[in-house]
């Protein structure tokens, strides 16, 4: 089976069997948008919420598609229409957007929470139902995401794990 | 009867090591504070003999209390005791009226030689 | 030399002074043990390969985070394999006598170690570095590094990173760790022309 790499502020693409791999993801969250008719799944490794405001004039010199969660939705939903995925039935899983640093009185900016929080917002906008999704703790995360069988595996080191 | 002290720092463990040192060496530690507000409050509650002050902190940092004291009780005795040993940062330390200035990690003698000299009236 | 030749053997440098000097204070945590360091190297780290700074992605490291403001501002992260700390705090001679939560050692630790290597650059410039307190989470290295890179301002898609090890001999093996530094890039500038102001007078 090949297993795709997805780095940080990547987009990857896979069909039909495969396998979408997100290693040690922090406050990214790492979305998957599947289509499971035509059995055609993308992963995008999205690193900050917004591409205004917060963080200005960034979008004009990033040439990563999925630096950031609210311009990562759309180009990962292009990404997977272009390798034939129908419009009408495509699903949304996503792991990812933990708080490491989470001790520290509430002072530290919670990028995970926003970055969790701006892919649902997106995604929602775009009408895009979410069939899973783990977020948030205070631990990294390994993200994958298989084809035929569209399941989520995510392991975070120590013993916890989960699919979904 | 035995110098009391109380003991600024945000760690756990380093206020337990300065404990255990200074109570072997004959000193009482009558309280312990883990940030620059607490340690304000407490030295004002407990009016210790010595106080051994930590700068990073949070909430409050260490030159801060360590001002905000002395604007109160300018006879307060206090020995910094922080591992930012930066010139500029030592000098505001003993012009605001720090009594000595140690920087961590430190040898246990120093420390028990730093109380001692300030106890006698000497300064670093 | 060239502006970019010049500015890397600047950080470079930088990079020596400050674990040659959190080494010392490392050494005498550990009760005045041999640690040995590394030359640092100096990279620009595409924010896609930021996750492999540490080798394995993967791999479980205890990690501090500690942002530091000054005349030059960033983020340091301090690490060790988990099964170092350990191993660590068996030579630190206090740690037999004092039953201490292991967190505690550990913030401890980086923060004499990170200020240490602050120190050592404050004494480059004569600027005063104020570190914060370490935030420390035990977990896979490239989520660390991740999530420190997007605490910080970033204006583009990749970080210059001063990235030292340092190791001891404990049995048979070394036990390593690492301190990296993460300077923002606004502030490196002034930090570079400092130091030429201070080297080159």
Same mark, same amino acid.
């Given at each position: ?26 406050? &990214? ?6 289509? /499971? ?128 | ?13 380093? $206020? !337990?090591?300065?404990?255990? !040192? ?85 040898? /246990? ?16 | ?25 490392? %050494?005498?945590?550990? &009760?005045? $043990? ?45 690490? !060790?394999?988990?099964?170092?700390? $350990? ?59 991740? %999530? ?51 080297? &080159?007078?």
């Amino acid at each position: 089976m090949i297993e795709e790499i997805v780095r940080t502020g990547e987009i990857k693409v896979i069909s039909r069997e495969g396998c979408l791999t997100a290693l040690g993801v922090g406050s &990214c969250v790492a979305l998957v948008l599947y289509d /499971p008719g035509r059995l055609v799944a993308g992963m995008a490794h999205i690193f900050l919420p917004f591409s205004g405001n917060g963080h200005k004039s960034a979008m004009a010199s990033s040439f990563l598609p999925a630096k950031f969660a609210d311009t990562a939705v759309e180009a990962l939903h292009a990404a997977i229409l272009k390798c034939g995925a129908s419009t009408g039935g495509i699903l949304a899983k996503m792991a990812g957007g933990a708080n490491l640093f989470d001790s520290f009185q509430g002072q530290a900016l919670d990028v995970g929470k926003l970055n969790g929080e701006a892919v649902k917002k997106a995604l929602s906008e775009m009408g895009i139902p979410v069939t899973g999704a783990t977020l948030g703790g205070n631990f990294g995360r390994t993200v994958r995401f298989y084809l035929p069988s569209m399941r989520m595996k995510i392991v975070c080191g120590f013993s916890r794990e989960a699919s979904i | 009867m035995a110098t009391s002290v109380l003991v600024v720092d945000d760690t756990a463990f380093m $206020r !337990l090591t300065l404990k255990n !040192l200074l109570t072997k060496n004959g000193f009482s530690v009558v309280g312990e504070a883990e940030n620059g507000e607490d340690a304000v409050q407490k030295y004002f509650e407990l009016k210790p003999d010595v106080v051994t002050m930590d700068i990073t902190m949070p909430k409050m940092d260490g030159i801060v209390a360590l001002k905000s004291i002395l604007q109160r009780d300018p006879s307060a005795k206090i020995i910094v005791c922080s591992a930012m040993g930066q010139k500029p940062l030592v000098i505001e330390a003993l012009a605001s009226g720090a009594k000595d200035f140690i920087v961590k990690p430190f040898q /246990p003698d120093r420390v028990v030689e730093a109380l001692n000299k300030v106890m006698s009236g000497g300064s670093a | 030399m060239e502006a970019r030749e010049w500015q890397l053997d600047v950080l470079k440098e930088a990079g020596t002074v400050g674990i040659g000097n959190a080494a010392k204070a490392l %050494s005498s945590m550990l &009760c005045d $043990r041999m640690v040995y360091v590394s030359v640092p190297s100096v990279r620009f780290v595409p924010l896609s390969e930021a996750a492999w700074i540490w080798g394995d992605p993967e791999a479980i490291i205890l990690a501090a985070y500690v942002p530091f403001t000054g005349g030059l501002s960033g983020s340091a992260v301090f690490g !060790l394999p988990e099964d170092a700390v $350990r191993t660590f705090m068996r030579f630190m001679s206090l740690a037999a006598e004092v039953e201490c939560e292991m967190y505690s050692i550990f913030t401890e630790m980086a923060n004499i170690v990170v200020t240490s290597y602050l120190n050592a650059l404050s004494s480059m410039t004569g600027w005063v570095l104020r570190p914060s307190v370490p935030r420390v989470a035990e977990t896979m290295a490239g989520a660390v590094i991740e %999530s420190v890179l997007a605490l910080m301002e970033h204006t583009n898609d990749s970080a210059t990173v001063i990235d030292t090890t340092f190791s001891l001999e404990g049995g048979h093996r070394l036990l390593g760790g690492r301190l990296i530094l993460v300077p923002d890039k606004m502030s490196l500038c002034g930090f570079l022309q400092a130091v030429e102001a201070t080297y &080159c007078r």
